[in-house]
């Protein structure tokens, strides 16, 4: 590959040396590239090519059936709520829960009174387990006693039944993520807030700037790079937070809670048929992938990093 | 049992384990130890877990060659998910209480051995004779026995009896009949305004509806499914007219909520007299018992053309990847948990139906029963119990149902139309087992 250099010894230095670093970075990257491959790439790929099968019964082998699955899908009527569903959840729950971090992160930076309180408080949601969370929830909805159903009787108003209509069921769970999430992205935009120096806030009141201007001037575009990292895991957290679904509602009433990885469970491991699942993921994978793409390759470049 | 290969078998592994090992005690006495993986349905620990513990323990007593090892292995879906995976790998528990309308499920993945292989002296098929007829309708296909009952249930009817007071009703007669239903209902439910401070009726249709809606078409005379598991009638006029009824309850004669009604907090509404009437398992007969703060009834549900209800709950598996040693201890514990006596106790002890006639001639069930005589009310409508739905590919066909119905009693579908599109996904998906 390379030409013969004028002095060998020489040559057989360089040579060793950089089989060296080769030898250590192959050393350093290899473990967590084993892991990698292990779990994540080889499963996806299995995946992929488990997607083109039909299911195995003891009776009946799995044998190639190519898109046969994919096609399922198409005509599958409660794929395409699961798409829906999933579209609208991830519509109420990145936004909300970024706006609602990034507000309770600029207050609780500020010097207020008990302020190691409030933050404990915004945070304590997510050390919560989910499950323990859609528990309380669940009380919370509980038609004609339910928390939310005492309050609204205070003005005379006769609540909904949240989790039992198809009109209300999204909407009640979409809250629970957001209440859930906002409390841990918080944590990121708060690290990134004392890092931005004291210095620019002073100059900021000098010159006679507005609280809101000094937000939208300084703080915010300091931000971005936290904002793309919190955006990035709460597009994964649109896809990913199902625990709730199903202790509240086990995607019920008539599919109108069903997100599309609680269908791939349903599908996997409650009908057993593990290809239309595979093929479910598949799609899964792809949007993911197709996000990811969009997040990193376009909205990355728009972000100022110091 | 006096399997040959078996003894000899046994035998020999227990000479093998003697010479490796100089603390076992002289060769003849030596049997090899037989250890039963056992998963059981039970999401946390308590009184349940003490119980089966305890039985573990007793049966150990009795056969120092056998040990049953519980896991708790969560909800009847988790349990069956890692049963079916634990199969998929190859080491199974030997046996597993799992829903007695899995049966199709696990025979269709070749899980499970039939009990017909261990059922051989006369005391054996005694035994089988034993249990209720209507229990054995969800654990019997192709002419073999494939579960053994175990925690089994039906729905029947809670009553307050302090608001049927309050309504000037007869505290001590539930309705009979559908007609009756309603007309009780409509006078136990209060108003106030456009709010409704108490329901007259509740019936949870969350998770699992199919379960409960299925004893309105038993009572509306129509049957669910074939006994082969291969074709469903979700569209047949007596199943659209118990659908109907369900629905006219919340929204044409307004004394049941709208909308899907949760499972898991009807009981409580019945403790918040938020509802006065509730149809739920008899497996809550001990909760209700200890939480109701009210005198409370337990009835048989009322009938429209007539009585029914459908069974549920739990049966025994013998699994097919284990071992012929390991599926004969199992099969010998699960002969010693079923015994009159033990299926009495865990009936008193939990409020599931004891399985099995004799159970109820035990002076420990007599004595409860003379005490609580709410406990036998389960038992006396099991002659008109019907098997639950059950069918091949068991959760999606059932799940095809339970759309239907959430959509019907949503409003976002008529009756009619809910049950033609049930139907139609069922038959798809049924249509190549026949």
Redesign the interface.
């Known amino acids: 590959m390379k030409r013969p250099p004028a002095n060998p010894a020489v040559s057989r230095l360089q040579y060793r040396t950089q089989t060296r670093t080769w030898i250590h970075a192959w050393l350093m990257l290899g473990p967590s590239l084993a892991l990698l491959i292990l779990f994540t790439h080889w499963p996806a790929v299995n995946t992929l090519i488990d997607s083109l099968y039909s299911t195995p ?3 009946r082998p799995a044998r190639f059936v190519g898109p046969a699955n994919f096609e399922q899908m198409m005509a599958d009527p ?1 794929f395409w709520q699961a798409m829906w569903n999933n579209l609208w959840f991830a519509l109420g729950t990145i936004p909300t829960s970024i706006a609602l971090a990034l507000l309770m992160a600029v207050w609780v930076n500020d010097r207020i009174a008990g302020r190691t309180l409030v933050r404990m408080a915004y945070f304590t949601p997510t050390v919560l387990p989910m499950i323990a969370v859609a528990n309380i929830w ?1 009380f919370f909805y ?4 339910g928390l939310l159903a005492q309050i609204l ?1 205070v003005f ?1 108003i ?1 609540g ?2 949240w ?4 009109e209300t069921a999204l909407f009640a769970v979409t809250v629970v993520a957001v209440w859930k999430e906002a409390g841990f992205f918080m944590i990121f935009y708060l690290a990134a807030l004392q890092t931005i120096s004291p210095s620019l806030a002073e100059a900021a009141a000098l010159e006679g700037a507005s609280r809101w201007t000094y937000f939208r001037r300084i703080q915010f575009p300091l931000l971005m790079p936290t904002t793309l990292f919190v955006l990035v895991n709460a597009v994964i957290g649109a896809f990913r937070t199902i625990d709730h679904i199903f202790v509240m ?2 995607g ?4 109108a809670t069903a997100l599309l990885l609680f269908y791939i469970y ?1 599908v996997g ?5 593990t290809t239309y699942a595979a093929a479910l993921t598949v799609v899964l994978l792809v949007l993911l992938g197709l996000l990811a793409l969009i997040q990193y390759g376009v909205l990355e470049r728009r972000v100022h990093y110091r | 049992m006096s399997n040959r290969i078996d003894r000899r078998t046994l035998l020999k592994a227990g000479s093998a384990l003697a010479a490796s090992s100089p603390f076992l005690a002289a060769p003849a006495l030596a049997q090899a130890k037989v250890e039963v993986s056992f998963f059981y349905p039970v999401a946390v620990g308590g009184p349940i877990t003490r119980l089966i513990d305890t039985y573990a323990a007793d049966f150990a007593k009795e056969n120092p060659a056998i040990t049953v090892k519980p896991i708790y292995a969560g909800t009847y ?1 988790e349990t069956i ?1 890692k049963a ?1 995976t634990a199969h998929k790998s190859g080491t199974p528990p030997v046996t597993s209480v799992l829903l007695s309308t899995d049966m199709f ?1 696990l025979i ?3 899980a499970i051995v039939p009990f017909d292989d261990f059922i051989k002296t006369d005391a054996d098929k005694a035994w089988l004779a034993s249990f209720f007829p209507s229990f054995m309708e969800n654990s019997q296909t192709g002419g073999k026995t494939w579960g053994i009952p175990f925690q089994r249930s039906t729905i029947v009817l809670y009553w307050n009896k302090e608001l049927f007071k309050e309504a000037g009703l007869d505290p001590e007669k539930p309705p009979q009949t559908w007609a009756e239903q309603v007309a009780f209902a409509e006078k136990l439910t209060k108003r106030d305004g ?4 108490q329901w007259g009726l509740q019936i949870p ?3 699992f509806p199919y379960w409960l809606f299925q004893a309105l078409a038993i009572q509306a005379d129509a049957v669910l499914m074939n006994k082969e598991g291969n074709r469903t009638a979700y569209d047949a006029p007596g199943v659209i007219e118990a659908l109907q009824y369900w629905v006219d309850l919340s929204r044409k004669h307004r004394v049941h ?6 499972w ?2 009807t009981p409580r ?1 019945f403790f ?1 007299k ?1 509802c006065a009437m509730m149809w739920t398992t008899t497996g809550n007969l001990t909760n209700v018992r200890t939480n109701a703060k009210f005198p409370f009834g337990v009835g048989m549900l009322a009938a429209g053309k007539r009585r029914g209800s459908p069974t549920g709950g739990g049966n025994f598996y013998l699994s097919k990847k284990a071992s012929r040693a390991e599926q004969e201890a199992a099969f010998k514990f699960i002969q010693w948990i079923t015994s009159p006596e033990r299926a009495a106790k865990w009936g008193i002890d939990t409020g599931y139906v004891a399985v099995r006639k004799d159970a109820f001639d035990t002076p420990a069930m007599k004595e409860y029963v003379a005490g609580f005589p709410a406990a036998a009310v389960a038992r006396d409508q099991l002659q008109y119990a019907v098997a639950e739905l059950s069918t091949h ?1 068991n ?2 066909v059932t ?1 095809a149902l ?3 119905l ?2 019907a ?2 409003g ?1 579908k008529t009756p009619e139309a809910a049950m033609k599109d049930s139907q139609a996904e069922a038959e798809r998906i049924l249509r190549s087992y026949r």
């Not at chain 1, 989790?163 to 198809?166: F, R, T």
């Not at chain 2, 456009?194 to 401070?197: I, K, L, P, S």
């Not at chain 2, 909520?257 to 949760?262: D, M, S, Y």
């Open positions: 019964r003891p009776r409660i669940l509980t038609p004609q006693y009787g005379g006769t909904p039944n989790l039992g209509s198809n509602t086990r019920g009433p008539d599919n349903q491991f409650s009908f057993w048929d | 879906q998910v079916i499920t269709d993945e070749d456009a709010n409704t401070t249709s969350s998770g909520p709208t909308g899907i009604v949760e898991g907090t509404d918040e938020k590919e959760q999606r799940k339970n759309d239907g959430q959509a009693l949503n976002t």
